[in-house]
């Protein structure tokens, strides 16, 4: 018995299925575009990084229903390691098999790699400088409000 790598569901997508290859449910292209964007508003810890994917992924596009969501996210948190990040490369193996996983995956840490790298260099080059010290003192209150509000969100 052949077992396709990325199980169709049942869920309403906005993808037409006939540009699509086989064991996709949307197109790549698609797919990369949707989790650039998401990796490049996730951050503030999981709670805000899954709240981002629900609103990207269920509310707007629906490319997964709530519950196939809920369920996923369910499973991932009784998984040791961080539940976002296995939520993220579910879903995309879910949408676009193995490559979807592995793109979600890393499009998912790399922003936030590279800005913690670009936020280090400054830091070290400048941090006892005024106006860098007043740029991270202001970070904090924002961070801790995209956090507040992902857990309204999640509930």
């Known amino acids: 018995m052949t077992q396709s790598s990325a199980p169709h569901t049942d869920e309403p997508t906005n993808a037409g299925q006939a540009s699509t290859p086989p064991g996709d449910v949307i197109p790549f292209r698609q797919a990369l575009g949707a989790w650039t964007l998401i990796s490049l508003q996730t951050f503030g810890g999981p709670a805000g990084q899954i709240a ?20 996923a996210l369910n499973y991932c948190m009784l998984l040791p390691g961080p539940e976002a990040q296995q939520l993220s490369i579910y879903v995309g193996w879910l949408l676009n098999g193995v ?57």
Request: net charge positive; glycine share 10%.
């Open 52 to 71: 981002v994917m629900q609103r990207t992924l269920v509310d707007e596009k629906r490319w997964i229903g709530q519950q196939r969501f809920l369920h």
């Open 99 to 155: 490559r979807g996983g592995l793109a979600a995956g890393t499009l998912f840490v790399l922003p936030g790699a590279l800005a913690m790298l670009a936020l280090s260099a400054v830091y070290v080059r400048f941090g006892d400088t005024t106006i860098v010290t007043a740029l991270f003192n202001g970070i904090a209150p924002a961070i801790l409000a995209i956090v507040a509000h992902a857990v309204w969100r999640v509930g």
